[in-house]
């Protein structure tokens, strides 16, 4: 184990990262911030929850040069929410040296970027959409730029943003180092790595599987039509602390999220749609447990690292692996436990079976749990809760009450009526969900990932597969416009 002090970092970074709770360094930060600490290129490949941000965001800080006021490090990321953690997780890295991260994205006022821009950030956390539109406006200054990280990298690719991303090596000064981080790596990101990236190294810490151990996974194949009630029934057995469903439309989330709320669970929806505002205030009445029940299109798949999430409900089956190893792993971070689960439709059995093949991971089947057994979990609670204040709570104010009751009623029929009035019953409040169409496996992605290549899933011009018509296009989309820059890096 090495402790982040041999890494000979200076004293006010050391100090930030004991501040965090950060004592010693995980593999990925073990073997890649002393790489990184030479300037030198790499990819950097880890599971889920492991700590890549650190991973990168240590010599980031590091290298900032606090007596300029320009920006020397950019990191892109391909979610509005993920710029915002990330920046924040740099500024608390670099607390003590003074280094300050700005997140950047679409959605927000430009202009208040632009102002914040003009407050001297060291750093830019940003999408590559809105990173675009401020080299348009020429409101952002890439000329010191000297470090790029690009977080998620193949997400960003997935969501067409190659062109983009190019682009925007394109412009910044060759004499920089690039640094490349996501727990998937499929091939493609050769292409990206070779012509913008100085002779990487690659660091992988590679279990024998893609996702990560301390995540129990099951499956449990079921009708479309069921999977409502399924979802409430499991809800109810494993009370999540906090749980993240995920559907695969922005139709699919609406209605999920307010047929909870119907069947008296607190839970709110997010995806692309919704302002950026709106998707902000969701996901921290999640992160402050406001709510219990996140429901999400993929657009909260990558990155985002909430403590308390429990469980994963997959209740639509994720397009390809990559994305199943990235939806589960918002659980069992840092290494806490969770449960991932995921229905499976009779027809998408296949679709799984390719998940197993790619993550090398044998997914048990688990049978559709009963309405008994959902009453038993919400019983099990209410004892809890009942004993919970027997042994932790002063119930001295109800002692008069409950012996004037006993008089009356025998102990075992009163007991039985508290236990009654604590139990969530479950609710059988009618709730239709719009049919979603089963994935579909097309005819080559078997071959493809046997082969360990994805071009099937590439952005522009790749195949497009079944992911035409989902969340991540339409991010990218909005975010496009004309683009004007010629100059390419060259090798
Ligand atoms: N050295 C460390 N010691 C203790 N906790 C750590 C350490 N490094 C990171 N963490 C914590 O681990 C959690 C996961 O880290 P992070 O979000 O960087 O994971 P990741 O590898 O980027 O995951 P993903 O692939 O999902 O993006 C965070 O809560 C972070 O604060
Ligand atoms: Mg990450």
Redesign the pocket.
């Known amino acids: 184990m090495t402790t982040f002090f041999e890494f000979g970092l200076t004293h006010d970074v050391t100090k930030a990262l004991s501040n ?7 593999p ?2 073990e073997q890649t911030i002393k790489v990184s600490l030479e300037r030198k290129d790499l990819i950097g490949q ?9 991973a990168f965001g240590v010599p980031l800080v590091e290298h900032v040069d606090t007596e300029s006021g320009d920006i020397q490090g950019l990191v892109l990321a391909p979610t509005r929410e993920l710029a915002v953690q990330v920046a924040e ?1 740099l500024n608390r890295i670099g607390e003590f040296k003074g280094v300050q991260a700005l997140p950047v994205y679409g959605g927000q006022d430009i202009q208040q970027q632009i102002k914040a821009l003009k407050r001297k950030p060291q750093i830019v956390v940003a999408t590559p959409g809105r990173f675009m539109d401020h080299m348009r406006r020429k409101t952002i200054r890439l000329h010191s730029i000297n470090m790029v990280v690009l977080d ?1 990298a193949d997400e960003m690719l997935n969501m067409g943003f190659v062109e983009d991303i190019e682009l925007i090596l394109g412009e910044i000064p060759d004499q920089r180092q690039t640094l490349l ?3 998937t790596m499929p091939k493609k990101i050769q292409h990206l790595a070779q012509k913008f990236m100085n002779d990487p190294q690659t660091i992988a810490i590679k279990p024998k599987e893609l996702a990560i151990n301390n995540i129990e996974q099951e499956y449990i194949e079921v009708q479309e039509k069921k999977k409502f009630d399924v979802l409430n029934r499991l809800i109810d057995i494993h009370s999540p602390e906090l749980a993240i469903v995920f559907g695969r439309t922005k139709r699919r989330v609406d209605e999920l999220a307010e047929g909870l709320n119907r069947r008296g669970y607190s839970a709110e929806g997010t995806h692309g749609d919704l302002t950026q505002a709106k998707r902000d205030a969701v996901l921290r009445k999640f992160k402050n447990k406001t709510i219990d029940v996140l429901v999400a299109t993929d657009v909260a798949a ?4 909430i ?1 308390g999430v429990t469980h994963v409900f997959n209740f639509d089956i994720p397009q390809d692996p990559e994305s199943y190893v ?1 939806r589960i ?2 659980t069992g ?2 290494g806490k436990t969770g449960m991932a689960i995921t229905f499976v439709t009779p027809r998408e059995i296949t679709h799984l079976k390719t998940i197993e093949e790619v993550t090398k991971r044998n997914i048990p089947r688990r049978a559709i749990p009963t309405f008994s057994e959902a009453i038993e979990g919400q019983q099990r609670i209410a004892v809890e809760k009942l004993l919970h204040i027997v042994e932790h709570e002063n119930h001295q104010e109800y002692r008069v009450m409950a012996e004037q009751l006993l008089d009356d009623t025998d102990s075992v029929t009163l007991v039985s009526a508290a236990l009654k009035s604590l139990t969530k019953e479950p609710d059988t409040t009618p709730v239709n969900l719009t049919g979603e169409a089963p994935v579909r496996v097309r005819k080559n992605q078997k071959n493809d990932h046997k082969k360990k290549d994805h071009k099937h899933r590439g952005g522009k011009g790749g195949g497009r597969g079944p992911r035409r018509n989902n969340e991540r296009n339409n991010e990218r989309g909005k975010q496009r416009g004309p683009v004007d820059f010629k100059k390419k890096r060259k090798n």
């Open positions: 965090m709770g950060f004592e010693e360094a995980t990925i930060q880890a599971q889920t929850g492991t700590g890549k941000t650190a997780e998620e981080f996501s727990a990558r990155g985002l690292d403590s990235h792993g918002r971070r840092a």
